[in-house]
């Protein structure tokens, strides 16, 4: 589409940038507000990083979430990849419809389900939950979303070029990981990325299926703000938010060197764009 | 791919075992969770299921499962208005994300190529910080004594402070600033790829601009609608933690009706049973998209 940018347009894109820039603005603003009281300005300070970092009640559950988010995600991409070859290469074999079943719904259901759900199978296995538990619980969930963008990716490789390599005498393992890993590979970077901020950013499924010793980081904010407003979140909020533009600035500078051509694709978040499209 | 046999169901295997373990078996865990009576014990239901009597033990746990936690949450108001509640709620919800995101959707597929991109890439970073952040900014913001109140009373506005946060007004405005995106995205890839020359022919044959948008453009972009309206009603409808910051007890919703039921009341049979039921609440709308998805690729 190639349109007219309207007077309505333009407007509509201002006031809709405005709502979801502004409340960011604020946190980030009243981070550096020296009163105890959140709303009072009183004068610019770094008074409440200062407390974030010597406080340590925030640095333990920050590691914790880390470790779950990075093995989570990793073991994520790689049964996602799996999920995405059994479902584009593998076109007949017992049982295929249902596996395609389990691995769309996991998207479509609320999150207090899937975590009741884990919870009540490891008090039935007699597993002692903790760190294993939400690995298993973030894993399960993640790989779903690194499928569905891995999935269509492959979907629209030509695989001549796998073919070709196939030809030129590479065995079917080998010409996966010379011809056609390449290619899909700036899908499975996005895939593992989105799977790793899902994890971080996951509270619901984790509360159901941490232990006793396992705070996750959102788990901690989410006991703090539940009674209010708290200054050192605003100085914690600020930090991730500077965190996440860099990431996503470097990956988008990074994406735009390797695919120049597909910008719109690599730009939005793909599990969206590809249901979008699907 | 042409692999061995063995490693072909090497490939196949691992995530399927993984899926059945982690995914099918929980839910039959539920399900039959879900039709025992509640006991003071560890675990705190019954029957349990033991397979030290073999068939008979098996025949034995299947007579004493009933469906009396379903009566229960049917027959409860309470439970009956949370799921009304959360319906409404994510109805509105989709509703409100439709009206505000369209436009904004429209807004980017018509900007310049190299605007585009910085457009989706800003919605994008809002997108990708902690969801629990922007839900807490708007505590900041709403609070009695928070920044919009503040601004009020020293304009002279109001006298006293606006009761904004934990009412209904402030999950919907915290719903629809933390969904917005899952809106925006899948119907600005749908414009993105639709063919200009449609539009163009309506225009030829003498449509002015705001014909030719409703009779060519939104019928066409019905796909990326449904996938946004998809992606928002799902997590509405079970939504937590919007409702249990923002929100006040008075309107209960089922997702913070379960957390409670399980963590505070301790009846896992309640609460698997309401899970189940919000499982049969959202096969509903799963289907009505399948149907309209499938419409959608036949023509």
């Known amino acids: ?44 300070s770094l008074r409440w990083y200062e407390k974030l970092f010597t406080d340590g009640n925030y640095w333990g559950p920050a590691w914790t979430t880390l470790r779950i988010s990075l093995v989570s995600s990793v073991l994520a991409t790689i049964l996602g990849v799996m999920i995405s070859l059994v479902v584009t290469r593998m076109r007949k074999f017992k049982g295929r419809s249902l596996f395609v079943g389990m691995t769309i719904a996991p998207l479509v259901l609320p999150e207090v389900i899937t975590g009741l759900a884990l919870l009540l199978l490891f008090i039935a296995m007699g597993v002692e939950r903790g760190f294993m538990t939400v690995i298993i619980a973030h894993t399960t969930f993640a790989m779903c979303f690194v499928s569905v963008i891995v999935t269509a990716r492959m979907a629209e490789f030509d695989m001549s070029t796998e073919e070709a390599a196939r030809d030129l005498g590479c065995g079917p393992v080998m010409a996966f990981f010379h011809a056609t890993l390449p290619a899909i590979l700036p899908a499975i970077v996005a895939a ?57 600035i470097t990956s988008s500078l990074l994406t735009k060197r390797s695919a120049a051509k597909r910008v719109a694709a690599a730009d939005s978040p793909p599990a969206t764009s590809q249901l979008a499209s699907a | ?116 991109t910085r457009f989706i890439m800003a919605i994008n970073l809002t997108f990708w910080c902690s969801f629990l952040i922007r839900i807490y900014a708007w505590i900041v913001l709403l609070g009695n004594q928070g920044v919009v109140n503040n601004i009020l009373l020293s304009l002279g506005v109001i006298d006293s402070p606006i009761q904004m946060l934990n009412t209904d007004f402030a999950v919907y405005l915290g719903l629809v600033y933390a969904y917005l995106p899952l809106m925006i995205f899948p119907v600005y890839a749908t414009l993105e790829k639709l063919d200009n020359s449609v539009y163009e022919a309506s225009r030829d044959l003498g449509c002015s601009h705001i014909e030719s948008f409703f009779r060519v453009t939104l019928p066409l972009s019905r796909p990326g609608m449904l996938a946004g309206a998809f992606l928002v009603f799902v997590p509405v409808t079970g939504e937590y933690i919007v409702p249990s910051l923002l929100g006040n007890a008075s309107t209960p919703v089922i997702g913070r009706v379960l957390w409670n039921e399980f963590f505070s009341n301790g009846d896992w049979p309640l609460a698997a049973s309401i899970s189940v039921l919000l499982m049969l609440v959202l096969v509903l709308p799963i289907v009505l998209y399948q149907f309209f998805s499938n419409r959608n690729e036949e023509k």
């Open chain 1, 192 to 248: 593992f990325l989105l799977a790793f901020a899902l994890s971080l950013d996951n509270l619901v499924v984790t509360t159901f299926t941490t232990g006793p010793g396992i705070t996750t980081l959102p788990m901690r904010v989410f006991s703090e703000i539940r009674t209010g407003v708290k200054p050192e979140i605003n100085a914690l909020s600020t930090m991730v938010i500077l965190l996440v533009t860099c990431v996503a």
């Open chain 2, 1 to 116: 791919m042409n692999l061995p046999i063995s490693r072909r169901n090497l490939l196949i295997g691992i995530p399927y075992t993984w899926l059945m373990l982690f995914f099918l078996i929980p839910f039959v865990i539920v399900m039959s969770i879900s039709l025992s009576d509640p006991v003071i014990a560890i675990p705190p239901y019954s029957p349990v299921l033991s397979t030290n009597d073999g068939l008979a033990g098996v025949w034995n746990y299947l007579t004493q499962l009933d469906f009396e936690n379903f009566a229960i949450v049917l027959e409860d108001d309470v439970y009956l208005s949370s799921y009304l509640n959360s319906v409404q709620m994510a109805l509105t919800t989709t509703l409100l994300c439709l009206l505000l995101g369209y436009p904004i959707a429209y807004a980017i597929a018509s900007s310049p190529m190299h605007w585009k």
């Open chain 1, 1 to 44: 589409m190639n349109r007219h940018l309207s007077w309505f347009g333009i407007t509509s894109l201002t006031l809709g940038l405005a709502f979801m820039y502004l409340p960011i603005l604020v946190l980030v603003i009243y981070s550096f507000n020296d009163s105890e009281m959140i709303t009072l300005w009183s004068h610019p």
